[in-house]
């Protein structure tokens, strides 16, 4: 054996015995992440110790003749594992249960794309194994895989420190219904990659992702003659020069990328510059709790008042409890012109009740307001040894993780906006046209048609609404009947004839929607969406209603319980939209005289334990014209902000509905009820028009 081979056979033994070394090292770490687990007033992450260790090593490694700096990056190294390993043992059951659970994550692109290994990183610090690591064409297609239930989760790259942020995966964060429930970042090192052999002289086309083309640009132009060619990913790009099998042809990709498409290194470090990360978020169909002993992050998304000062005053809720922004994002809402969608990283759990309490402050000054997820902060992680290199006192006001805060016993992670103690905050106000429906002051009559039944009818119902001082105009398009063999309403076309005689006499519309599917269509030209008695508990309309930015009109089910016309609002609310109007429309009893029992108690108990707009409807309630007014001027006294009330303008021949429904006269004498008693309780009636 010759002396070279001896050295090589010394470093295959030193290497084994690091080795074995580091992997006693995090037994040792585990076990201490047992007792933490099981003490929850020992932090996670102990700044001081880390330094302490810090020294030693560095003391040690330079009497024996090494570089404090590299000594100091390998701890570095070391202590990211081993605070990763210590998080997922936090959560996880016991010592096999990260075996026993294994998930299907989702990724945009070809194995050994970025997202790919960096879901290879980010599941070390997770408590499951993945079994399996599918690639999509797109980010869409991962996410309908996702909610399809064929993954469990997907990694989404959301920014990069060169290229920015990523718009498309903002924009479907928006669209989708998921949570993010973990990031990760990954440092992207970029290298050329051709056919065994080939020499960086021989290259004449450079093929991958768009974005890894732009991050090596300099580098591309120097290859003279070269030209660029797009693909959709960089590790498809890998593949794609493999199977082409030319020469002349190079991949820019992950080295990891190249190794595996078969192909060889021709030039590593070709990015134009240096520290070119990326952030990814993981995102699943539900939340995940996080320790609040894991430094974390919340995500928000809201959109704020179209007024000035009013994204300045959002942002103050938060500096105001000394909470840190770390990143604000607007991304223009394509439907209102001018207006923005914002989105916000903010340092911090959602169940530290400082969070908790500015986003209860958030929510009442946004029309849409969501917890896109509270997650581990994995981007602010120990990143160089220069951390420790000069141990001033400025390292002392550094990244400690906060102390635990007192947990609140809430039901999941999520801030439950809509509270059942409401004393504590502003009733909340829904704006259309020009009712201010919930503030204190007004009160607002919503008139109109049972059913759209044609252009005629609804021309002049909403000419006899308007004179009666209505402020919003109703009319079923699509109507839910209990008999297959009723009118069923004229549809799409009896929303567009309603939303032209609205716009005739000024006055914005509210229409029944019955199927999720029908949400967004709807939402394009009805001013308020509404949701029948019938469909309080369709839980699918009512999460889709949860994206749109249009108020939603919630009638209690008639055999709901307050608690359960409630939760059915916390649906809306919780998926980000806080614009909603519960309305009492009675219930059913045992008593067969009228249609159904208008339950007057309700308007006080919702009162009291929502900040929620009430309104009444008597109509449905009583089902007979007669009692409609008298219902409706209880209605004022029992404190309801407004009312919705069925008109027709011939109601013998009704399609729909047609003895309850009030004629010109009666519509007088409501007036005449409604004006001194709405005077008494201090609310201003809309005015006649
Ligand atoms: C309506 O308002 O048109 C209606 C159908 O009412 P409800 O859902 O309360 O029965
Ligand atoms: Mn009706």
Same mark, same amino acid.
């Given at each position: 054996?010759?002396?070279?081979?001896?050295?090589?056979?010394?470093?295959?033994?030193?290497?084994?015995?690091?080795?074995?070394?580091?992997?006693?090292?995090?037994?040792?770490?585990?076990?201490?992440?047992?007792?933490?687990?099981?003490?929850?007033?020992?932090?996670?992450?102990?700044?001081?110790?880390?330094?302490?260790?810090?020294?030693?090593?560095?003391?040690?490694?330079?009497?024996?003749?090494?570089?404090?700096?590299?000594?100091?990056?390998?701890?570095?190294?070391?202590?990211?594992?081993?605070?990763?390993?210590?998080?997922?043992?936090?959560?996880?059951?016991?010592?096999?249960?990260?075996?026993?659970?294994?998930?299907?994550?989702?990724?945009?692109?070809?194995?050994?794309?970025?997202?790919?290994?960096?879901?290879?990183?980010?599941?070390?610090?997770?408590?499951?194994?993945?079994?399996? +690591?599918?690639?999509?064409?797109?980010?869409?297609?991962?996410?309908?895989?996702?909610?399809?239930?064929?993954?469990?989760?997907?990694?989404?790259?959301?920014? @990069?420190?060169?290229?920015?942020?990523?718009?498309?995966?903002?924009?479907?964060?928006?669209?989708?219904?998921?949570?993010?429930?973990?990031?990760?970042?990954?440092?992207?090192?970029?290298?050329?990659?051709?056919?065994?052999?080939?020499?960086?002289?021989?290259?004449?086309?450079?093929?991958? &992702?768009?974005?890894?083309?732009?991050?090596?640009?300099?580098?591309?132009?120097?290859?003279?003659?070269?030209?660029?060619?797009?693909?959709?990913?960089?590790?498809?790009?890998?593949?794609?020069?493999?199977?082409?099998?030319?020469?002349?042809?190079?991949? #820019?990709?992950?080295?990891?990328?190249?190794?595996?498409?078969?192909?060889?290194? #021709?030039?590593?470090?070709?990015?134009?510059?240096?520290?070119?990360?990326?952030?990814?978020? *993981?995102?699943? *169909?539900?939340?995940?709790?996080?320790?609040? +002993?894991?430094? $974390?992050?919340?995500?928000?998304?809201?959109?704020?008042? &179209?007024?000035?000062?009013?994204?300045?005053?959002?942002?103050?809720?938060? =500096?105001?409890?000394?909470? /840190?922004?770390?990143?604000?994002? %607007?991304?223009?809402?394509?439907?209102?012109?001018?207006?923005?969608?914002?989105?916000?990283?903010?340092?911090?759990?959602?169940?530290?009740?400082?969070?908790?309490?500015?986003?209860?402050?958030? =929510?009442?000054?946004?029309?849409?307001?969501?917890?896109?997820?509270?997650?581990?902060?994995? $981007?602010?992680?120990?990143?160089?040894?220069?951390?420790?290199?000069?141990?001033?006192?400025?390292?002392?006001?550094?990244?400690?993780?906060?102390?635990?805060?007192?947990?609140?016993?809430?039901?999941?992670?999520?801030?439950?906006?809509?509270?059942?103690?409401? %004393?504590?905050?502003?009733?909340?106000?829904?704006?259309?046209?020009?009712? @201010?429906?919930?503030?204190?002051?007004?009160?607002?009559?919503?008139?109109?048609?049972?059913?759209?039944?044609?252009?005629?009818?609804?021309?002049?119902?909403?000419?006899?609404?308007?004179?009666?001082?209505?402020?919003?105009?109703?009319?079923?398009?699509?109507?839910?009947?209990?008999?297959?063999? $009723?009118?069923?309403?004229?549809?799409?076309?009896?929303?567009?004839?309603?939303?032209?005689?609205?716009?005739?006499?000024?006055?914005?519309?509210?229409?029944?929607?019955?199927?999720?599917?029908?949400?967004?269509?709807?939402?394009?030209?009805?001013?308020?969406?509404?949701?029948?008695?019938?469909?309080?508990?369709?839980?699918?309309?009512?999460?889709?209603?949860?994206?749109?930015? +249009?108020?939603?009109?919630?009638?209690?089910?008639?055999?709901?319980?307050?608690?359960?016309?409630?939760?059915?609002?916390?649906?809306?609310?919780?998926?980000?939209?806080?614009?909603?109007?519960?309305?009492?429309?009675?219930?059913?009893?045992?008593?067969?005289?009228?249609?159904?029992?208008?339950?007057?108690?309700?308007?006080?108990?919702?009162?009291?334990?929502?900040?929620?707009?009430?309104?009444?409807?008597?109509? &449905?309630?009583?089902?007979?014209?007669?009692?409609?007014?008298? *219902?409706?001027?209880?209605?004022?006294?029992?404190?309801?902000?407004?009312?919705?009330?069925?008109?027709?303008? /011939?109601?013998?021949?009704?399609?729909?509905?047609?003895?309850?429904?009030?004629?010109?006269?009666?519509?007088?004498?409501?007036?005449?009820?409604?004006?001194?008693?709405?005077?008494?309780?201090?609310?201003?009636?809309?005015?006649?028009?």
């Amino acid at each position: 054996m010759t002396q070279f081979e001896d050295a090589r056979t010394d470093i295959d033994r030193i290497d084994s015995e690091l080795i074995r070394s580091l992997a006693a090292r995090m037994e040792v770490v585990r076990a201490i992440a047992a007792m933490k687990r099981d003490n929850p007033d020992l932090p996670l992450c102990n700044e001081a110790r880390e330094r302490d260790v810090f020294e030693k090593w560095s003391a040690e490694g330079k009497q024996l003749g090494l570089s404090p700096y590299f000594v100091g990056r390998i701890l570095r190294e070391v202590l990211n594992y081993s605070r990763r390993d210590q998080e997922s043992v936090l959560v996880r059951v016991d010592d096999d249960s990260k075996e026993t659970r294994k998930v299907r994550v989702g990724y945009q692109g070809a194995p050994g794309a970025y997202s790919d290994l960096a879901i290879e990183k980010l599941f070390i610090s997770r408590p499951m194994a993945v079994r399996e +690591r599918a690639g999509f064409h797109s980010f869409a297609a991962a996410l309908d895989a996702l909610e399809a239930k064929d993954l469990d989760y997907v990694l989404l790259p959301i920014e @990069n420190t060169i290229a920015g942020s990523i718009n498309d995966v903002y924009r479907l964060l928006a669209e989708r219904h998921v949570h993010i429930v973990d990031e990760e970042v990954w440092h992207v090192e970029h290298v050329l990659a051709g056919l065994p052999g080939a020499e960086l002289e021989d290259i004449s086309t450079v093929r991958s &992702h768009v974005v890894a083309l732009q991050q090596c640009q300099a580098f591309i132009e120097e290859l003279v003659g070269c030209v660029a060619e797009s693909h959709y990913d960089t590790a498809g790009s890998a593949v794609s020069v493999a199977e082409a099998g030319q020469a002349g042809v190079a991949a #820019i990709c992950s080295e990891e990328a190249a190794r595996r498409a078969g192909l060889e290194v #021709i030039k590593r470090d070709i990015a134009d510059r240096p520290n070119n990360m990326t952030r990814f978020v *993981l995102v699943a *169909l539900a939340p995940e709790r996080v320790d609040p +002993r894991v430094r $974390s992050r919340t995500s928000l998304l809201f959109t704020a008042d &179209h007024r000035r000062g009013a994204l300045a005053e959002c942002l103050q809720y938060f =500096a105001g409890q000394g909470l /840190n922004l770390c990143k604000l994002e %607007s991304r223009p809402l394509p439907e209102t012109p001018w207006e923005y969608l914002f989105y916000i990283d903010l340092e911090g759990n959602v169940e530290d009740p400082r969070l908790a309490d500015s986003l209860k402050k958030l =929510a009442e000054h946004t029309n849409h307001l969501r917890v896109l997820g509270c997650y581990p902060d994995r $981007s602010t992680e120990g990143g160089s040894a220069n951390d420790w290199m000069d141990t001033d006192e400025a390292q002392e006001t550094s990244s400690a993780p906060p102390k635990a805060p007192a947990l609140k016993s809430t039901a999941g992670p999520l801030v439950t906006i809509l509270r059942e103690d409401s %004393s504590e905050r502003e009733p909340s106000v829904v704006r259309i046209g020009t009712a @201010n429906i919930g503030a204190r002051d007004e009160f607002t009559l919503i008139l109109g048609p049972c059913a759209v039944e044609n252009r005629e009818q609804v021309m002049e119902a909403a000419a006899m609404a308007r004179e009666a001082g209505a402020q919003v105009l109703r009319g079923g398009a699509f109507k839910p009947r209990s008999s297959p063999y $009723s009118f069923q309403g004229l549809g799409w076309e009896g929303l567009d004839l309603l939303v032209e005689a609205g716009r005739t006499y000024g006055l914005p519309v509210v229409t029944e929607v019955l199927r999720p599917e029908d949400v967004q269509r709807m939402a394009g030209s009805a001013d308020m969406l509404q949701v029948g008695a019938r469909n309080m508990q369709n839980f699918a309309l009512l999460t889709e209603l949860g994206k749109v930015r +249009r108020p939603v009109l919630l009638k209690r089910g008639m055999s709901a319980t307050i608690g359960e016309l409630l939760a059915a609002a916390e649906y809306i609310l919780a998926g980000g939209n806080q614009q909603v109007i519960l309305c009492e429309r009675g219930i059913r009893t045992f008593e067969t005289a009228t249609r159904a029992t208008l339950d007057l108690s309700a308007v006080p108990v919702l009162k009291a334990r929502t900040h929620l707009p009430v309104i009444v409807d008597p109509s &449905h309630a009583a089902g007979r014209r007669d009692l409609v007014i008298p *219902l409706a001027a209880s209605a004022v006294a029992v404190g309801a902000d407004g009312l919705i009330i069925e008109l027709h303008p /011939n109601p013998e021949v009704a399609l729909c509905d047609k003895d309850q429904a009030l004629c010109r006269s009666d519509l007088e004498d409501l007036r005449a009820q409604l004006e001194p008693l709405t005077r008494a309780m201090g609310r201003r009636l809309g005015q006649p028009g």
